[in-house]
């Protein structure tokens, strides 16, 4: 029964990394491969001797991309060389019913802690805790770090309404149950401090208006996350998975810093649904995996500044603030013919909440080449636009990616 050795695994996850190539661990409708044959591998470390049965289980992860820039109307084109991340990381149980980690990262400039929380599983039956700061469980590709994904970025629409990353320092509740014999279900409930979309490396607080965070909020002020999924066996070889995600901020405030003009009381709600379906042949050495998200953001989700007082003298401007209902979706097909070559295409489109109802689209090809379960090399062609404007891109990338010892995060499906 399928559904008793997938639930296994993906409990089993918090306790031990998968193989490091792909992602952390391939959740339902993303079907996985065993280690390669010729693999060293028998626990969660690069070498046995260093079993982390006893002691932490630490790793670093180097993440780093050339490529070059075609932008119509820009000056940011060429070359460039960028180390995007340098990843460490720890994570070991702390006592029988609880498993904790860690990850810092580093672009090169500066240190943060993305990720550092304690899973809790004493509740009995299918229950687990997460408590700390963790990505929010929003969808199936917002929880993962960047250089685990199967494309060099997020979908252009996960990017525009959610942010290039979203975590945040609270709890959640998860829960799953068995239906039949083919058929699992779960849920999660989480309340954050503050998941507001972080500010990109390129932005510019004379320029636009930058989320004010409070220290402290009352308990319906609290930002918060939902998402209910399930998944089923699909004959032989196929599992399909359906699910909803929610991220609502009830209560945030924008902040034009050259004027001090300040526009509270905002809110914002983000809702998404997912499909994917996976398919594994009998050698399980060849799979597909083909999937969509629609995202649905209302709310006080754009912002413009407003130039209305003296011409060029942003110290007297104000924020204008866009309550909108936009929408936006991905889909992807993925295709992997070996344990070690894959291949796929994925298009994402999202609406601007810009008072124009502007419209982005991207398409991106990829194929990944793994040398073993710990470094791979991606070669992806990227290209977008904008449906009002002359701003077409196109991006040709190389990303190199290495693994060096346990790697496992928090991850669900």
């Not at 940011?76 to 149980?93: C, I, K, N, V, Y």
């Not at 004959?235 to 359906?242: A, D, K, P, R, W």
């Not at 379906?277 to 799979?287: A, F, K």
């Given at each position: 029964?399928?559904?008793?050795?997938?639930?296994?695994?993906?409990?089993?996850?918090?306790?031990?990394?998968?193989?490091?190539?792909?992602?952390?661990?391939?959740?339902?409708?993303?079907?996985?491969?065993?280690?390669?044959?010729?693999?060293?591998?028998?626990?969660?470390?690069?070498?046995?001797?260093?079993?982390?049965?006893?002691?932490?289980?630490?790793?670093?992860?180097?993440?780093?991309?050339?490529?070059?820039?075609?932008?119509?109307?820009?000056?940011?084109?060429?070359?460039?060389?960028?180390?995007?991340?340098?990843?460490?990381?720890?994570?070991?149980?702390?006592?029988?019913?609880?498993?904790?980690?860690?990850?810092?990262?580093?672009?090169?400039?500066?240190?943060?802690?993305?990720?550092?929380?304690?899973?809790?599983?004493?509740?009995?039956?299918?229950?687990?805790?997460?408590?700390?700061?963790?990505?929010?469980?929003?969808?199936?590709?917002?929880?993962?770090?960047?250089?685990?994904?199967?494309?060099?970025?997020?979908?252009?629409?996960?990017?525009?309404?959610?942010?290039?990353?979203?975590?945040?320092?609270?709890?959640?509740?998860?829960?799953?149950?068995?239906?039949?014999?083919?058929?699992?279900?779960?849920?999660?409930?989480?309340?954050?401090?503050?998941?507001?979309?972080?500010?990109?490396?390129?932005?510019?607080?004379?320029?636009?208006?930058?989320?004010?965070?409070?220290?402290?909020?009352?308990?319906?002020?609290?930002?918060?996350?939902?998402?209910?999924?399930?998944?089923?066996?699909?004959?032989?070889?196929?599992?399909?998975?359906?699910?909803?995600?929610?991220?609502?901020?009830?209560?945030?405030?924008?902040?034009?810093?050259?004027?001090?003009?300040?526009?509270s009381g905002l809110s914002d709600t983000v809702v998404g649904l997912d499909a994917t379906y996976g398919w594994v042949n009998d050698t399980g050495l060849e799979r597909w995996t083909i999937g969509t998200e629609y995202l649905f953001d209302t709310g006080d989700n754009g912002s413009t500044i407003d130039d209305q007082g003296t011409p060029a003298d942003p110290?007297?401007?104000?924020?204008?603030?866009?309550?909108?209902?936009?929408?936006?979706?991905?889909?992807?097909?993925?295709?992997?013919?070996?344990?070690?070559?894959?291949?796929?295409?994925q298009y994402s489109q999202a609406e601007l909440a810009d008072g124009n109802g502007t419209e982005l689209a991207e398409i991106e090809l990829y194929y990944t080449r793994k040398f073993?379960?710990?470094?791979?090399?991606?070669?992806?062609?990227?290209?977008?636009?904008?449906?009002?404007?002359?701003?077409?891109?196109?991006?040709?990338?190389?990303?190199?990616?290495?693994?060096?010892?346990?790697?496992?995060?928090?991850?669900?499906?």
């Amino acid at each position: 029964m399928r559904i008793h050795v997938i639930t296994a695994a993906t409990l089993a996850a918090f306790s031990e990394a998968a193989a490091a190539q792909g992602a952390v661990f391939q959740t339902p409708g993303m079907p996985s491969y065993p280690p390669p044959p010729d693999s060293t591998s028998q626990d969660s470390s690069q070498a046995n001797r260093f079993s982390s049965v006893f002691n932490p289980a630490f790793s670093f992860i180097v993440d780093a991309a050339l490529d070059y820039v075609d932008s119509d109307g820009s000056s940011d084109d060429g070359f460039d060389f960028e180390l995007r991340t340098l990843e460490l990381a720890g994570q070991s149980w702390v006592d029988p019913k609880a498993w904790a980690y860690f990850v810092a990262a580093t672009d090169g400039e500066s240190l943060n802690i993305e990720e550092a929380a304690v899973h809790y599983t004493g509740l009995g039956g299918n229950s687990t805790i997460r408590a700390g700061r963790f990505f929010v469980d929003f969808g199936k590709q917002m929880q993962t770090h960047v250089h685990e994904l199967r494309t060099i970025e997020r979908p252009l629409v996960l990017r525009t309404y959610l942010g290039d990353e979203i975590k945040g320092d609270g709890v959640q509740w998860d829960h799953w149950i068995g239906v039949g014999d083919a058929t699992a279900i779960r849920w999660s409930i989480g309340a954050f401090a503050d998941i507001l979309p972080e500010e990109s490396d390129d932005f510019d607080s004379s320029t636009a208006a930058a989320p004010l965070v409070d220290d402290r909020k009352d308990a319906g002020d609290l930002n918060f996350t939902a998402r209910l999924t399930g998944f089923t066996d699909v004959g032989e070889s196929g599992t399909l998975q359906f699910g909803t995600s929610a991220r609502l901020i009830p209560d945030y405030a924008l902040e034009f810093e050259p004027s001090g003009d300040v526009q509270s009381g905002l809110s914002d709600t983000v809702v998404g649904l997912d499909a994917t379906y996976g398919w594994v042949n009998d050698t399980g050495l060849e799979r597909w995996t083909i999937g969509t998200e629609y995202l649905f953001d209302t709310g006080d989700n754009g912002s413009t500044i407003d130039d209305q007082g003296t011409p060029a003298d942003p110290t007297d401007d104000t924020v204008a603030v866009f309550d909108d209902s936009v929408g936006g979706y991905y889909a992807f097909v993925d295709y992997a013919w070996s344990p070690f070559e894959s291949a796929g295409v994925q298009y994402s489109q999202a609406e601007l909440a810009d008072g124009n109802g502007t419209e982005l689209a991207e398409i991106e090809l990829y194929y990944t080449r793994k040398f073993s379960e710990y470094h791979r090399l991606r070669f992806d062609v990227s290209s977008a636009g904008s449906d009002l404007a002359d701003e077409d891109s196109l991006r040709i990338a190389i990303q190199y990616t290495a693994f060096v010892g346990a790697h496992g995060h928090g991850v669900n499906w």
